[in-house]
């Protein structure tokens, strides 16, 4: 096994200055005398500041050969902001953060494959089989960025199939009721949201009765706001019920519907699941549930993929079908009369 060294030339976070501009502080080394250095890049937005900064530490390592795996990763996250979604970025500066950290400082051109091997076996101590392949795909991509011509051999771990005891709709519907996250949970189990989806919902995005799901709020090191989804299919339009929009209310159109923080959610929504049915469940397990509610409802599989925002070669072909013809209207109403029979008070 190689040594951890400690990276210093990742590309920092850029942070936001009193006159409104992002700096990013670079460091470039030491002085004679030890002192460390650091070169500064401003820009107007964070994202630029940031390209500018990763740009910069990419010349000043000149030839790929000299670069190393976390200048590479750090050089094709900065290629791909503003093309991935926003919730993709935050995952693979995750990835570079912490997963991997064996190989950061390790130079594009002493890499082999038994040091990657050895450092997904490490990974796959502690992180899921899914995490492992995650971390290896952004590795690969940037590698073979800068070195085409390297080939990797990796065995990675098994694929895990996971069969989780759930809570039935009733139980979720009963539990949630009357506490804080009701609101956040009945708009991920009822429309199928993501929680980026849910906390990026503002006043403005509902209009007669019809929700444009576009915007997203992600907590990573920062708040994460952008108007954009997952996936392409992931922007679309959603029926809101009348319970639902009896809840969300009026507010200023720029306001979010929901303020918790994700963290805030999260927690909260796990422990009230888990004490008042003895089970284990995350928030984003509602969109499972959702999908299960359509399933058991006999929802088509057109409309189901396009009430969740999921994407296969089928509706990717379709170019996104989203028409709100009589059928789809059918739709929603069944989903709606379910939905509403488990909240309602006369049960």
């Known amino acids: 096994m190689f040594p951890l060294v400690k990276e210093e030339s990742l590309v920092a976070t850029a942070k936001k200055l009193p006159s409104g501009n992002w700096r990013v502080r670079l460091y470039i080394g030491e002085n004679s005398n030890g002192k460390k250095l650091y070169k500064?890049?401003?820009?107007?937005?964070?994202?630029?500041?940031?390209?500018?900064?990763?740009?910069?530490?990419?010349?000043?390592?000149?030839?790929?050969?000299?670069?190393?795996?976390?200048?590479?990763?750090?050089?094709?996250?900065?290629?791909?902001?503003?093309?991935?979604?926003?919730?993709?970025?935050?995952?693979?500066?995750?990835?570079?953060?912490?997963?991997?950290?064996?190989?950061?400082?390790?130079?594009?051109?002493?890499?082999?494959?038994?040091?990657?091997?050895?450092?997904?076996?490490?990974?796959?101590?502690?992180?899921?089989?899914?995490?492992?392949?995650?971390?290896?795909?952004?590795?690969?991509?940037?590698?073979?960025?800068?070195?085409?011509?390297?080939?990797?051999?990796?065995?990675?771990?098994?694929?895990?199939?996971?069969?989780?005891?759930?809570?039935?709709?009733?139980?979720?519907?009963?539990?949630?009721?009357?506490?804080?996250?009701?609101?956040?949970?009945?708009?991920?189990?009822?429309?199928?949201?993501?929680?980026?989806?849910?906390?990026?919902?503002?006043?403005?995005?509902?209009?007669?009765?019809?929700l444009t799901v576009r915007n997203v709020r992600i907590a990573m090191a920062g708040q994460i706001e952008k108007e954009k989804t997952k996936t392409f299919n992931s922007t679309r339009q959603l029926a809101v019920p009348e319970r639902l929009l009896d809840m969300i209310g009026a507010g200023n159109p720029d306001d979010y519907v929901v303020t918790l923080s994700a963290s805030t959610i999260y927690k909260h929504f796990v422990s009230i699941i888990l004490e008042k049915t003895g089970k284990h469940m995350t928030f984003h397990d509602l969109r499972h549930i959702n999908a299960s509610i359509m399933l058991a409802l006999g929802v088509p599989d057109k409309y189901a993929m396009e009430r969740g925002g999921w994407s296969t070669p089928s509706t990717l072909k379709n170019v996104y079908q989203h028409t709100f013809s009589e059928e789809r209207a059918e739709t929603d109403q069944k989903i709606d009369n379910y939905m509403d029979g488990l909240f309602s008070d006369n049960k």
């Open 40 to 210: 500064s890049f401003t820009a107007r937005t964070k994202k630029e500041a940031e390209f500018l900064a990763a740009e910069y530490n990419l010349k000043r390592k000149g030839k790929p050969k000299d670069l190393t795996i976390g200048d590479a990763i750090d050089g094709y996250i900065a290629n791909k902001d503003g093309v991935l979604s926003p919730s993709t970025i935050a995952g693979y500066r995750n990835i570079r953060k912490n997963q991997l950290q064996e190989l950061m400082n390790v130079p594009l051109s002493k890499i082999t494959n038994l040091m990657v091997q050895a450092a997904i076996n490490e990974a796959a101590k502690t992180l899921s089989a899914k995490s492992v392949r995650n971390a290896h795909g952004l590795l690969t991509a940037s590698v073979a960025m800068y070195m085409p011509d390297f080939v990797f051999h990796t065995t990675l771990p098994a694929k895990e199939h996971k069969v989780k005891d759930l809570p039935t709709p009733q139980q979720i519907a009963d539990a949630i009721k009357g506490t804080d996250i009701e609101l956040p949970a009945m708009l991920a189990m009822w429309l199928s949201l993501r929680m980026s989806e849910v906390r990026g919902i503002r006043y403005k995005d509902i209009s007669n009765g019809i």
